[in-house]
Nanobody, 124 residues
Framework: QVQLVESGGGLVQAGGSLRLSCAAS????????VGWFRQAPGKEREFVAT????????HDADSVKGRFTISRDNTKNTVYLQMNSLKSEDTAVYYC?????????????????WGQGTQVTVSS
């Protein structure tokens, strides 16, 4: 059974940092493109960042560029999202997802597996 489990969310003040983790079981993340998405109340799901399984290249949304970093640890079968300089507009439920599509994938419809999400709340 495939499972993606996010952790690391919480309440943080604006300007602070959090690191989210996405631990996988039932699949090897190094063979998938893995992405982070977020959804704020009343808003549509939004792409945040993705990492290419074949060469580890990454792509970030403009809204988080320079502040968020996606990375992976193949030995732990885990993907991370380091979030720095957090803003109130970063408040959302954050989801990780895995895709078998080759290359950089930012379209949520191309991800086959999703975690349950972790809440990030940034207070101003």
């Amino acid at each position: 059974q495939v499972q993606l489990v996010e952790s690391g969310g919480g309440l943080v003040q604006a300007g602070g940092s959090l690191r989210l983790s996405c631990a996988a079981s039932g699949l090897t993340l190094s063979r998938y493109a893995v992405g982070w998405f977020r959804q704020a109340p009343g808003k549509e799901r939004e792409f945040v960042a993705t990492i290419n399984w074949s060469d580890g290249s990454t792509h970030d949304a403009d809204s988080v560029k320079g502040r968020f970093t996606i990375s992976r640890d193949n030995t732990k079968n885990t993907v991370y999202l380091q979030m720095n300089s957090l803003k109130s507009e970063d408040t959302a439920v954050y989801y990780c997802a895995a895709s078998l599509v080759l290359g950089i994938v930012s379209d949520g419809n191309k991800f086959q597996y999703w975690g349950q999400g972790t809440q990030v709340t940034v207070s101003s």
